[in-house]
């Protein structure tokens, strides 16, 4: 996924995996999004579809990601739980397995999302930012359901999640697929533009080169999202698809797909 550029922007995808590696300031992290702990119940409670339980997969699989990658701190870019308001007790259970497992030298930084409630009332030992997010180091972080903060868009690279952005594959015989993806590119100026909280953000009303975008593909690969090739399509966060006019898709492996609006 270029990885040239990537080590410029101090941000690197881990192959195969909806996380990528990332040096804010002085720490390495491992950033992912849309965990969605508990999201089994949630489709119980919500639609009546019964659905085993994935907790020990997904913990396993980030604890093994953890391991493998080594950070400092873990940065979840919003929706690291699903009910919205006070966590059930799965999710709740959940959660608080998952990180009584962790490395406890692990900190915890939770971009809150729209699904995180009132996270912060009863998980410990973590540093909250909000929705709107900030910059850690050079990286921009926020979740990506409302505007990003201007200090977020000072960034080097901005990175969110919120959008599960997948790409439907269809092969010769006429069968499809659905596989999740990073979006990659540079923010178009045009939608933030006219926004007045951003009237201080230097690059967009100079010469200077806007940041880099990057879309986090959902941890937590049973959520569906957004399917970025398939006309129609509305997104969620309020300023794309018009903020990334000219973004690449990419999948797990690294794969280039190239423009992910014409693919």
């Known amino acids: ?34 965990y969605h702990a508990g999201y089994e119940a ?4 919500e639609r009546g579809v019964d659905v085993p339980s994935h907790a020990p997969d997904r913990r396993d699989r980030l604890l093994a990601l953890l391991e493998r990658t080594d950070p400092d701190r873990l940065v979840v870019l ?19 397995v998952l990180f009584e497992s962790a490395p406890p030298t692990l900190d915890l930084t939770v971009v809150k ?27 921009g972080v926020c979740h990506g359901h409302t505007w990003p903060s201007p200090a977020a868009l000072e960034s080097e690279v901005l990175c969110l999640g919120h959008e ?38 230097s690059w967009l ?6 940041p880099r975008l990057v879309v986090v593909p959902a941890f937590n ?23 990334l006019a000219d973004g690449e898709a990419y999948l797990l492996d690294g794969t280039r797909l190239g423009p992910y609006r014409s693919i």
């Open 78 to 96: 919003g929706d690291l739980m699903h009910s919205i308001g006070d966590p059930g007790g799965a999710e709740r259970g959940e959660l608080e």
């Open 113 to 139: 999302g729209n699904h995180d409630g009132g996270i912060e009332d009863w998980l410990e030992d973590a540093t909250f930012l909000p929705g709107a997010g900030t910059a850690l180091g050079s990286i």
């Open 221 to 243: 690969g049973l959520v569906g999202g957004t399917w970025v090739n398939v006309p129609g399509q509305s997104f969620l966060s309020p300023f794309l698809p018009e903020g």
């Open 205 to 210: 009303e100079s010469d200077e080169t806007p």
């Open 1 to 34: 996924m270029g990885s040239d550029a990537h080590r410029s922007l101090a941000v690197e995808p881990v192959p195969g995996e909806p996380a990528a590696v990332a040096t804010t300031g002085d720490e390495r992290a491992l950033l992912i999004a849309d």
């Open 164 to 201: 599960h952005p997948c790409v439907r594959l269809e092969d010769e015989v006429g069968g499809s697929r659905v596989e999740r993806v990073w979006l990659r590119g540079r923010l178009d100026p045009g939608p933030f533009r006219e926004r007045p909280e951003y009237a201080d953000v």
């Open 42 to 45: 949630g489709l119980r409670y």
